[in-house]
């Protein structure tokens, strides 16, 4: 999770993230995507695996 400490204080960022909008994460990969694909033509194998790769690397790092 995202935190941000203001002197001794902490505030954890993605809870508020997720009270003001719940679902801008998949709405931000599907606007992505739609962009992809407007502008690379019909990639459809290339959008997934880059999302996949994506995916990975995020769920490695710990951020999803």
Do not use: N
């Not at 801008?24 to 992809?36: D, I, R, S």
């Not at 997934?48 to 790092?61: K, M, N, P, T």
């Amino acid at each position: 999770p995202v935190v941000l400490t203001i002197g001794e204080q902490t505030f954890a960022l993605q809870g508020i993230f997720d009270k003001i909008c719940p679902g801008l994460l998949p709405l931000l990969v599907v606007v992505g995507v739609y962009v992809f694909l407007e502008r690379k033509g019909p990639r459809y194998t290339q959008a997934i695996l880059w999302l996949l790769g994506i995916g990975l690397v995020l769920g490695a790092v710990g951020v999803l």
